[in-house]
C-alpha cells in the first residue's frame, strides 16, 4: 500500500493499480492475482481462509461490543474505534487454546485471565485516554458496579481542554453474552458539577446488577460541557470525552 501524492486525485482501478481514499488520505495498492474462488476452495489458501474465518469473528465480537454500549459510546469515540477493537479482540481470541486454527472464538478466550486482561483497559476514545483525563484514583465495587472517586477536585484532578467549564461522569455494569448477544446494560445517574476548586467525593451507582449469564463488564466515562447563558454544550462535540472499559470478569 502506497499513498498517492498528486493534484489529481484518483478513486477506481487502472491497469494494475487501485486508487482508493482511506483514513491516511488518497491510497494506491496493486490488484491481487488470485481470484475469490480460488482463495476459498484451493487447499493451498487453508491458512487463508482459517484466518479470515477468526477475522470476521473478532470483527463482529466487537460490533457487538459496541452495540451493547451505544448509550456510553455515541460521544466518546473516535474514528478508529472499530478496527482497534477488532485488533484487541483478535488477541482476545488468540487466548483460545482449545479450539482448532480457525475456530478460536472470543468468548472462550475470555474465560481465561489472560484474555480478560488483553480487553481489559481498553479505550474507546484514542484522542482522550482515561488514564490523561482523570488524574485521580478509583474503586469498583464489582458486585454492584459501583465506582467511587474519593477526594475529587476538578481543577487538580483532571486534564481539562480548553474552553471546559463543567465535568460528567458516569458509569456503566454490562452482562454480555458474546456468544448469543444478549445484553444488559445498567447506567448510573449522571453527576455532572462545575470545574473549580471545589472537593467532594464522587459515587457511581448503576441502577441495578444486569442479568445474563455473560461476562461482567464495567465503565467509566468522563465528558466535558461548556456553559453559555446557563445552557451546558457538549464540547467540540465530545471529541475531549474519555469512556473506558475498565474491568472485564
Same mark, same amino acid.
Given at each position: ?17 487501485t486508487f482508493y481514499k482511506g483514513k491516511d488520505g488518497f &491510497? *494506491? !495498492?496493486?490488484?491481487?492475482?488470485? @481470484? #475469490? ?5 484451493? /487447499?493451498?489458501?487453508?491458512? +487463508? ?41 483478535? &488477541? *482476545? !481470541?488468540?487466548?483460545?487454546?482449545? @479450539? #482448532? ?5 472470543? /468468548?472462550?478466550?475470555?474465560? +481465561? ?32 458496579g459501583e465506582i467511587t472517586i474519593s477526594d475529587f477536585t ?9 474552553? #471546559? ?85
Open positions: 500500500m502506497a499513498k498517492l501524492k498528486s493534484l489529481i486525485k484518483i478513486e477506481g482501478t487502472l491497469d494494475d493499480l &491510497l *494506491v !495498492k496493486t490488484k491481487s492475482g488470485v @481470484s #475469490a474462488n480460488r482463495i476459498k476452495n484451493d /487447499p493451498a489458501f487453508a491458512r +487463508t481462509r482459517e484466518n479470515g474465518t477468526e477475522f470476521g469473528h473478532c470483527a463482529t465480537s466487537g460490533k457487538i461490543l459496541r452495540r451493547a454500549i451505544l448509550n456510553l459510546l455515541s460521544d466518546a469515540k473516535d474514528g478508529r474505534v472499530t478496527s482497534r477493537l477488532t485488533k484487541v479482540m483478535t &488477541l *482476545v !481470541k488468540n487466548q483460545d487454546l482449545t @479450539s #482448532a486454527r480457525g475456530q478460536r472464538q472470543v /468468548p472462550v478466550g475470555l474465560t +481465561t485471565n489472560p484474555g480478560r486482561d488483553v480487553l481489559k483497559g481498553f479505550d474507546f476514545n484514542s484522542n482522550a485516554l482515561l488514564s490523561a483525563v482523570l488524574l485521580s484514583d478509583f474503586s469498583l465495587n464489582p458486585a454492584t476538578p481543577n487538580h484532578n483532571l486534564g481539562i481542554p480548553g474552553g #471546559a467549564t463543567h465535568v460528567s461522569f458516569i458509569s456503566g455494569f454490562l452482562n454480555l453474552d458474546f456468544v448469543t448477544g444478549d445484553k444488559d446494560l445498567q447506567l448510573s445517574p449522571v453527576q455532572n458539577m462545575m470545574i473549580n476548586a471545589t472537593t467532594s467525593n464522587i459515587i457511581l451507582t448503576p441502577a441495578g446488577v444486569p442479568a445474563g449469564t455473560g461476562n461482567e463488564l464495567f465503565f467509566l466515562k468522563v465528558a466535558f460541557f461548556q456553559e453559555v447563558n446557563a445552557v451546558q454544550y457538549p464540547l467540540n462535540n465530545g471529541a475531549y470525552n474519555a469512556l473506558q472499559l475498565i474491568e472485564v470478569l
